[in-house]
């Protein structure tokens, strides 16, 4: 059974630049949804896609923008990238209507902004 | 504003001993919290839920306490082992499934 899934490991872009991180989710789940995490915090939820659709968001500009695919694979584009978007980016997959709460989470994107 | 706290940066424990990790929450309205286990170059792992309807939840070595009144929830794990140590995070989820909020976390280092 594949866990969810991150790519790529590690990115180094410069200011001003594009990115973009991708996430496949657990086998069965529907619900993606992608979190910071900076240096010595914990995860700050970014927004969570469902059928396709942005369900939530969280306090973060628009330069960060996402998309969920018909196999709920799903990406999180950040555009004019700023040296505080260095974080750890970890992808949380879910199952709508499912008994837990319990999201789980990827091994992360390390992007760092120079 | 931090809703939900880990005011411990860091614990260090002897194997075989308690470990005891704390978190506060602020809002009432969470109905739901977890507790997630990181190692470094990994995502977090879940490892023990409770509901806000019950105050305890045991699972092998790891106990969650819930104290409503005080917003407070503990973990548990006895006996601590070094393939404990890890940064553990506390979140917590108001009802309708939505995100998790996480606390700052706490790293647990277990002195063989």
């Known amino acids: 059974d594949a866990g969810v899934t991150q790519s790529p490991t590690h990115l180094i872009k410069t200011r001003g630049q594009q990115v973009t991180l991708r996430c496949s989710p657990k086998s069965g789940h529907d619900t993606v949804s992608w979190y910071q995490q900076a240096l010595g915090q914990g995860p700050q939820f970014i927004f969570q896609y469902y059928e396709e659709e942005e369900r939530q968001r969280g306090n973060f500009p628009d330069r960060f923008s996402g998309h969920q695919f018909p196999n709920y694979s799903s990406e999180l584009n950040v555009n004019a990238l700023l040296l505080g978007d260095s974080a750890l980016y970890l992808c949380?997959?879910?199952?709508?209507?499912?008994?837990?709460?319990?999201?789980?989470f990827g091994p992360g994107t390390r992007l760092t902004v120079t | 504003d931090q809703q939900v706290k880990q005011n411990s940066p860091s614990l260090s424990v002897q194997e075989g001993r308690i470990s005891i990790l704390n978190c506060d929450y602020t809002n009432s309205m969470f109905d739901y919290f977890l507790w997630y286990k990181k190692y470094p170059a990994e995502g977090p792992t879940f490892l023990i839920s409770i509901s806000s309807i019950k105050d305890k939840n045991e699972d092998g070595r790891f106990t969650v306490f819930l104290n409503k009144s005080a917003k407070h929830l503990s973990l548990h794990i006895v006996p601590s082992q070094p393939g404990d140590s890890a940064v553990y995070f506390c979140?917590?989820?108001?009802?309708?499934?939505?995100?998790?909020?996480f606390g700052k976390g706490t790293r647990l280092s277990v002195i063989a």
């Open positions: 979140a917590a989820i108001y009802p309708g499934n939505t995100p998790l909020v």
């Open positions: 949380a997959s879910s199952l709508v209507g499912g008994w837990s709460y319990e999201q789980y």
